[in-house]
DNA sequence: TAAATTACCATACAAATGTAGGGTATTTAA
DNA sequence: TTAAATACCCTACATTTGTATGGTAATTTA
């Protein structure tokens, strides 16, 4: 049954599954309480609630979902992150040197969570110390919005030359300076049209876990 | 029908149907779903539905849930925090010398969310700043498990006299000796039995919320 | 090429669900 | 003291819900 030299993924999921899957997601997060049948057939056009018992049944074959047999409304997600933070952390930023990699891509089906909610915020943790004035640490977790217009002096992350940083935005008359709080770092000067820079969001909250420190 | 002087609060809820405002809660925040009519009756032993049915009804006409006609668990708490944070912040805590004024009391009915799940973390926003070198300021959320055993050097909250403060823990032989990091505060030494004196959790994380705060 | 998977459709059914209406006894408020 | 509100009970009903079963056409895999 299983293929050797490939291991499944999401991306095993078919684009109606996934579909699905997002819609559920989006209901579980937004609304708070998971779809009927009836409730995801509707929302697709399908005149049958037997077409998502279906897919329901292929999703969870998957590993994505977890059905409670004869519960309204029974169903679970599988790839989450039950605690504090709803959302998986998506990938390392680096608070200094653009050093880290950015994870594959930001909309790869690779990373579903944040592909499925690009409007809501998501995770990233930073390392580095650049931000350490900010009192942004490394280890921290940023809550990244995408769906915000960064104001002068604001903290973003963003994509520069395939690596990620997050840093203060200021932007200028022909040009966006990415500035770190640490005056070790020299802010980073774009021109404004500079292919490879995107600003990926608007950093909204800080979390930090203090659970795995070593006590003083 | 709407009393002049007093105004309503938690505890114009009766005992039972606090009891199952409790337990939707329970429900809700635990399991993930509300629960129906029938789970409900079911756990208190009510041998008819009706009867959830007619507490639901006056636990929505004062206003602690909303009920989504015609849905199945279409409960919906009202007193919630939405977004990030799925508790609310039960009070403030003085991180500096005790100044802040702890709730009327973490066990009351004032304070459903808290006094509800005890085994679970809860969130107390920091006043003061002499934790500033812990890296938590003046305004973070810190979420306090209470149930975990402090070791030397962890950041705990604790009341003492009647305020509550978020310190550095460190027992020693015949006391206990609460540390802040800012060399402005000097220690405070609780006698071991001192009375006034109560632990009431590990600080496990902290969270910041950055879209209030001016851009330097 | 044969077999499996996918993506829908339809029908049927028992159980669960929310709601309504009516009843009784006790406690609380006007 | 009279009227609400509370806290349960019961029966009844239309819908909703999850599930099962069977079918068709297209696509993918072996």
Redesign the interface.
């Known amino acids: 049954m299983k293929k050797a030299g490939k291991l499944r993924t999401l991306r095993d999921l078919t684009k109606v599954q996934k579909d699905i899957l997002d819609f559920l997601i989006d209901q ?1 997060k937004g609304k ?3 779809p ?1 049948l009836a409730e995801v057939a509707k929302h697709f056009g399908y005149r049958n609630r037997a077409t998502v018992q279906q897919h329901f049944g292929a999703i969870e074959k998957k590993g994505f979902i977890k059905k409670n047999p004869k519960l ?3 169903i ?1 997600l599988t790839l989450e992150d039950k605690f ?1 933070v ?1 959302k998986p952390v998506i990938g390392e930023v680096a608070a200094g040197n653009p050093l880290t990699i950015y994870p594959d891509a930001i909309d790869t089906i690779e990373l579903p969570t944040i592909a499925r909610m690009p409007k809501d ?1 998501f995770l990233l943790r930073v390392k580095g110390d650049s931000l350490k004035d ?2 942004i ?1 490394s280890g921290d977790i940023v ?1 990244v919005n995408p769906n915000l217009e960064p ?5 973003v992350a963003a994509v520069l030359d395939d690596a990620a940083v997050v840093k ?1 935005f200021y932007k200028r008359k022909n040009e966006i300076e990415l500035v770190s ?1 640490n005056p070790e770092y020299k802010p980073i000067v774009i021109e404004k049209k500079y292919p490879s820079f995107k600003l990926v969001g608007i ?9 795995k420190k ?3």
């Open positions: 579980i708070g309480i998971p009927t309204s409304r029974g679970e504090f709803p915020s900010a009192y640490f809550i104001k002068n002096g604001q903290i203060r709080e950093v909204v909250g800080v979390y930090r876990n203090m659970e070593k006590a003083g």
